[in-house]
Every structure is written in structure tokens, then in C-alpha cells.
């Protein structure tokens, strides 16, 4: 054999190395690790200021649309399904509550449609209209015929306690119309000489004035005297705990106290009820109640405990020796007292409106 081919034959043959995955050129590919080339994404563009004052506004005016409208419509049928019949009246209202309900979701959700229609055009057209709805529900309070529909609205939520309210003040519109009007105007014109004295108790003490006005009418008529009973002045004042004459002397600056005096009386006397109604728990006429019995037999609060009674409703049948009409004669002279001073005259309960304006008016401190 020849020795070239021999050479050849011994000749370690080299094979072709592929060459690694990492020297192969790398392929481009979009979205791997790179952003593709193109437009920056914007970001979301934040309400402004305007914007967000323009969204509570339109809130807050639909809320108090929302609010007046299911008073209105709780108030209106609570009239209309007044009883206490399971299928004639218990039943309905509780149908027609739900009927409110999902009126209430139809309407947001219409709301919610008409809004982006109006946005669409102007930004400040669903809050202009929010407010809209609103001042024409607050136009609808204002009207006088709503008026029996809020009381109706009242009694609804407040249960018996609205009840008992509206029963009493019923007692006290009585008695104002009882009341002659030529009597009151004179015992209006006495009282003018006490009245800055009454003011000043009044303001001392944080109690109503009317109502201050109201027990010294009943008590002297504003002309103040001594009675067989022991009872002074202007108030009537006889036996008053100590803590409540010190606080009463402590408010005038005095280290004695003159119960002659009419202003001294009248610090007493708004010292007294206020002690009485924070006792009574603010119930008006228990603290009425509280003020004329006094500290006598163990006071009001005893009496109640005997007998269990909670408020001046349950305690009438246990009023036989005591002043059960004391609080309403109060209160019809506090009401004439409030309508003096508003109108400059005394109106006659049965004549014309008078009753419905008088209404309108409320007694002092209910």
C-alpha cells in the first residue's frame, strides 16, 4: 500500500463542531423583556378639584331629595292605612314598603343612565339638577300641606311615646281655648314689668322662657303675692332644697337671697325646674309634675316608684289628690306667651286657620 494513502487512512478525521446556542445571533422578539416600540400608555386621568365638588354636591342634594320623598311617601300612606288590621292596614303598609324599596333601586339606576347623558354635554349638569330636586323637595316642606303628613310621619316612628305627645298637646290646645283672650292680654301687659327678670333666669339656667313665663302665670298670674300656703312672690316660692338656693344665689352674685324680690324669685324658680326636669330625665311634663308636688310626699320621683308608673300618661290614675292638669295649664299660657311675642296679639284658637297656624307654631319645649 502506498505510503501516502497509508498516511491518509491514519489521519484522525475532525468532524464539524455545531457551533453553541449561544453564539447563534439571537432573534428579536416583541414583548419578551423589551417594550414594543409605539405611543407611551397615558395614565388615568384623576378628577379634578372642580370635579369632586361637583360629585358631593350632586350626593348630598340627592340625599336630602331621597330623604324628604320616603318621608313624605311613609308619612302619606301611614295616613291613608292608619289601624291596626293585619289585611286591611298591617300588611299593605309592609307591601308598600318593599314597593318603595325597589322604586328606589329603579330610580338609581335611571339616575345613573341620565347622569352619563348629562356629564356627556356639560359637567356641571347632573349636579345643577341634583340641586334642582332638592330645593323643589324642600319647596314641598315648606307648603302647609305637608305639614299633617310629617305629623303623620311622626307618630309613625315615634310609636307611643309620639302618641302620648300628641294626645297632651291636643290637652294644652284645649285649655289655650278656653282661655279668654281679653283675661290673657291683660295678664300679658302685668307681666311686662317682669319679663327682663324672667329673661335673665332663663339664660342663666338654659331653660325655656316661655316656660318660665308659663309657671308664673300659673302660679301667681304675675301678681305677686304671699300665700296661705307659704308660697312667695312671683313663683309661688316655698320649701327648695338648699343646693338648689345656693346655685340660684352663686348665678346672681348674692350671698343671701330675697325670694320678695322678683328677680331673685325668678332665679329660684328656673334653679327648681331645671333640677326637676334633669331629674324627670327632660320628660316635660313629668318635670312640670315634679316642680308644683315639690319635695312633698317623698317628691314625684317616689310617687312613680310606688307605683310603677313611667311617664305622665301612667301616672294619671294615681293622680287623684294631686295636680294631674298642673303641667297643661303651664304649658297653655307658655303657648300664649310664644304667640305674644311672634305676632304682637293673641289669636282666637277657633277662628279661621288660627288653629293650624297655632299648630304650626308648637308649644314651647315639645
Known amino acids: ?27 428579536a422578539k416583541a414583548g419578551n423583556g423589551r417594550k414594543s416600540p409605539g405611543k407611551p400608555r397615558r395614565k388615568a386621568k384623576l378628577p379634578s378639584k372642580q370635579n369632586w365638588w361637583l360629585i358631593a354636591l350632586e350626593g348630598v342634594a340627592l ?44 330610580l338609581l339606576l335611571a339616575w345613573s343612565r341620565l347622569r352619563a347623558w348629562l356629564h356627556g354635554r356639560l359637567d356641571y349638569l347632573p349636579a345643577a339638577l341634583a340641586v334642582g330636586l332638592a330645593a323643589s323637595s324642600g319647596w314641598f316642606v315648606m307648603h302647609d300641606g305637608y305639614i299633617q303628613v310629617f305629623t303623620h310621619f311622626r307618630t309613625l316612628v315615634g310609636g307611643k311615646q309620639e302618641a302620648e305627645r300628641v294626645t297632651l298637646a291636643h290637652q294644652v290646645y284645649a285649655a289655650y281655648r278656653r282661655h279668654g283672650i281679653g283675661g ?52 309661688q316660692i316655698t320649701a327648695v332644697p338648699k343646693a338648689i338656693t345656693r346655685e340660684a344665689a352663686d348665678e346672681l352674685d348674692v350671698d343671701e337671697l330675697q ?28 318635670g312640670l309634675l315634679a316642680y308644683n308636688i315639690g319635695p312633698r310626699n317623698g317628691g314625684l320621683r317616689f310617687i312613680m316608684q310606688q307605683y310603677g ?29 310664644k304667640l305674644y311675642q311672634k305676632d304682637g296679639k293673641l289669636l282666637a284658637y277657633e277662628e279661621g286657620d288660627n288653629a293650624m297656624r297655632i299648630q304650626q307654631m308648637g308649644i314651647p319645649g315639645l
Not at 308619612?75 to 298591617?90: D, I
Not at 307681666?191 to 301667681?220: C, H, M, R, W, Y
Not at 332665679?267 to 320628660?283: C, E, I, P, S
Open 63 to 106: 340625599v336630602v331629595a331621597a330623604v324628604l320623598a320616603t318621608m313624605f311617601m311613609l308619612g302619606y300612606s301611614a295616613s291613608w292605612l292608619s289601624g291596626s288590621g293585619f289585611f286591611t292596614s298591617l300588611l299593605p303598609f309592609a307591601f308598600g314598603v318593599v314597593v318603595l324599596m325597589l322604586a328606589s333601586a329603579a
Open 309 to 337: 308608673a313611667t311617664d305622665f300618661v301612667t301616672m294619671q290614675p294615681y293622680l287623684q289628690t294631686l295636680p294631674r292638669d298642673y303641667p297643661i295649664r303651664v304649658l297653655s299660657y307658655a303657648l300664649a306667651f
Open 184 to 235: 290673657l292680654q291683660k295678664m300679658m301687659v302685668r307681666a311686662d314689668a317682669f319679663n327682663p327678670a324672667i329673661e335673665d333666669a332663663a339664660k342663666a339656667f338654659d331653660v325655656d322662657v316661655n316656660l318660665l313665663q308659663g309657671i308664673a302665670a300659673t302660679e301667681s298670674s304675675f301678681m305677686p303675692r304671699d300665700s296661705f300656703d307659704g308660697g312667695k312672690g312671683l313663683f
Open 259 to 286: 325670694v320678695n324680690d322678683p328677680k331673685h324669685n325668678a332665679f329660684v324658680a328656673a334653679a327648681t325646674f331645671k333640677h326637676y326636669l334633669q331629674q324627670m330625665n327632660g320628660d316635660l311634663f313629668l
Open 1 to 27: 500500500m502506498p505510503h501516502a494513502l497509508l498516511l491518509s487512512m491514519t489521519r484522525p478525521i475532525t468532524l464539524a463542531k455545531s457551533q453553541p446556542r449561544s453564539a447563534q445571533p439571537a432573534r
